[in-house]
């Protein structure tokens, strides 16, 4: 099943890798973002979000993450500090590590996938799953 993916990264390369990951998936991008602001305007539009932790505007991917998750939307952390995180955002799926490897953020992209289809899924390896 195609989803409409969010995709929350300020540093543009790696927004354009994430998004060919995604397409590569048979998923939409339906925007970048790279702060809250802008983020928060896809609320309504997408069903999974990749978010980093450090953006334009700071250490805002938490709020983003418990934002979108209350609205439905699949949330996955990618950062290069994951202890920013503590033991978790109340909602959202989990958190892997930077930098990423291909098939991590591909495997990332379809645990999103299938928790959002409401399938059982295991994460990939380094992804550190909160709880629900």
């Known amino acids: 099943m195609a989803y409409r ?16 990951a995604a397409l590569a998936l048979g998923h939409e991008v339906v925007g970048i973002a790279a702060n ?16 980093d932790v450090q953006l334009q505007d700071g250490v805002t991917g938490p709020d983003i993450g418990s934002k979108l998750a209350q609205s ?11 202890d920013l995180l503590g033991e978790g955002v109340t909602g959202t799926l989990g958190v892997i ?8 953020l591909i495997g990332s992209i ?6 959002k289809a409401g399938h059982e899924a295991l994460p990939p390896e380094r992804f550190r799953a909160f709880a629900h």
């Open 5 to 20: 993916v969010l995709i929350v990264e300020d540093q543009l390369l790696i927004a354009l890798h994430i998004e060919d």
């Open 110 to 115: 379809q645990y999103a996938a299938e928790v």
């Open 97 to 104: 590590s930077k930098p990423l490897f291909d098939l991590e």
């Open 36 to 51: 809250q602001s802008d983020a928060l305007r896809y609320l309504d539009e997408c069903d999974i979000a990749l978010v």
């Open 72 to 82: 439905g939307v699949a949330v996955v952390f990618m950062t290069a500090n994951p």
